[in-house]
């Protein structure tokens, strides 16, 4: 049952293998709960909330309600459970992983969703990418040194808070063999007679005139050629030294972007609030309550571009048998549709408004300019046939959320109007190619039908169908 008191999203279920709508903190409580770090030992609840905080803007900016893209791989749904879109680990692999701590962790965790209640850490409205990592090791990153571009609120922040953490420091041994084959490099052979001087640890290497080494500094001591050869158990004088494994040092876990959460943790212990705590590592963000759409108003702030194609004395398009013509019902149906949305709150445009010729160019232009949410192009379609009748749509190649919307609209036509479904499908028409925001092509039904042709003269029908269509994008964006 979906109470409006919460919000809720669509979650692909791999287990299920259905979209399934869940309340969004259920979904927190198994993001949060696979991000806080085992290796913490001594679990601050202030942290738990702070990584609750991070777990829900981090879920929010995914949800397409909140203006975001949703999961890239299933068109119909906000984020899956599969990975790619965010990690969820549900209650066996929880209690795999925290074992006797899993009650205590996952209480912890239920009492922070109740207390910080709707929160989301936000900038400019938009909640924002909210990174973590497990151990800065001194200081956080400037996002261009990690991602490459400059994102406002990842700036370097100062910690030695997470000093005790067990990754301040770490020390791996890789040899040479690895480095040659991972970095595709060479190291130089070196060979008995070659002079090498590893700076401050071995240097000063005298020779004699056969290569024999006759005395050489190493730390800082002087020792014969002999002694080293004895001390070392090596076969021969006439040595060479040259690296086998490398000691790699580092200072940190992570790639050092936004929150440290050994450091964010010894906050909390200190007597930090999660709101200080986030507020030290995102720099300039608000944490606020984030607001559901009105219901009154669910396309508030949604932009879109409808297109009504043809139009002018030398395009009038497809024709019914009775003489119907498909650039006066387009029109028709697009300026309805507008008036729908915008009653939704919507921003609408129409590439005309009238009976005028607008070039495909002009078109694609106007929509690049507007960089709309979607650019919708209305058609009939005509056939040789007049039996033939029926709603297809177009998006272009790897479009996913015009997919996703066109399922929307297409569901609503089929319920609510005399049509038949004749598929989804992939084209490149020019507009579909060069509008650069992500756009449908919606060939309403067959006006060569006699019927259909019918249909299409009542004026309630056009507005049915300018219903219909606002049911899907309404739909497309829900919960
Ligand atoms: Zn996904
Ligand atoms: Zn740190
Ligand atoms: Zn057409």
């Given at each position: 049952m979906i109470d409006d008191r919460f919000i809720y999203l669509k979650i692909y279920s791999s287990n299920e293998k259905k979209v399934i709508i869940k309340k969004l903190d259920e979904i927190v409580k198994y993001v949060a709960a696979?991000?806080?770090?085992?290796s913490i030992e001594n679990i601050h609840p202030e942290f738990v909330k702070v990584q609750v905080i991070l777990a829900r803007t981090n879920l929010a900016r995914k949800m397409r309600m909140f203006g975001g893209k949703g999961c890239l791989k299933y068109s119909d749904c906000d984020i899956c459970d599969e990975g790619h879109c965010i990690t969820i680990l549900y209650d066996d692999e929880l209690k795999r992983i925290w074992k006797d701590r899993y009650n205590k962790i996952i209480s912890i965790i239920e009492e922070s969703i109740k207390a910080t209640e709707g929160l989301v850490i936000t900038m400019n409205n938009r909640p924002i990418i909210a990174e973590f990592h497990n151990t800065c090791g001194g200081a956080t990153e400037n996002s261009e040194n990690v991602i490459g571009n400059r994102v406002m609120y990842l700036r370097k922040v100062l910690c030695d808070y997470c000093l005790n953490s067990p990754n301040w420091e770490g020390y791996k041994e890789i040899s040479i063999e690895e480095i040659e084959e991972?970095?595709?490099?060479?190291?130089p052979n070196l060979t008995p007679t070659l002079k090498i001087d590893m700076k401050g640890f071995i240097e000063e290497i005298d020779r004699d005139d056969e290569g024999r080494i006759t005395s050489i500094k190493i730390g800082g001591k002087v020792f014969k050629g002999t002694e080293v050869k004895e001390i070392l158990g090596l076969d021969s004088t006439r040595f060479s030294i040259a690296p086998k494994i490398l000691g790699v040092k580092t200072r940190g876990q992570g790639d050092g972007l936004g929150l440290c959460q050994y450091g964010a943790n010894q906050m909390a212990l200190m007597g930090f609030k999660f709101d200080d705590i986030i507020n030290y590592y995102f720099t300039g963000v608000e944490i606020r309550?984030?607001?559901k759409p009105c219901i009154k108003k669910p396309l508030k702030e949604k932009i879109l571009v409808i297109d009504p194609g043809h139009g002018g004395d030398d395009n009038i398009g497809a024709e019914g048998p009775g003489g119907l013509r498909e650039k006066d019902v387009v029109l028709k149906i697009s300026k309805r549709l507008k008036?729908?949305?915008?009653?939704?709150?919507?921003?609408?445009y129409l590439t005309r408004d009238?009976?005028?010729?607008?070039?495909?160019?002009?078109?694609?232009?106007?929509?690049n300019k507007i960089r709309p949410n979607f650019f919708i192009s209305i058609h009939l379609n005509s056939f040789s046939n007049s039996l033939i009748r029926g709603c297809e749509m177009y998006y272009y190649k790897g479009d996913r959320e015009s997919l996703g919307l066109a399922k929307c609209i297409?569901?609503?036509m089929v319920k609510n109007l005399d049509v038949i479904n004749r598929g989804i499908k992939v084209a490149a028409f020019f507009l579909l190619r060069e509008v650069g925001t992500s756009s449908l092509h919606?060939?309403?039904?067959?006006?060569?039908?006699?019927?259909?042709?019918?249909?299409?003269k009542n004026n309630e029908y056009i507005d049915k169908i300018a219903e219909s269509i606002t049911q899907g994008i309404v739909e497309y964006y829900k919960f």
């Open positions: 696979a991000q806080l770090p085992n991972k970095l595709k490099v060479r190291f309550k984030i607001e008036e729908f949305l915008e009653n939704l709150g919507a921003t609408v009238e009976d005028e010729y607008v070039s495909l160019n002009k078109r694609a232009e106007l929509a297409m569901n609503s919606i060939d309403i039904d067959y006006v060569t039908n006699p019927e259909v042709e019918k249909l299409l």
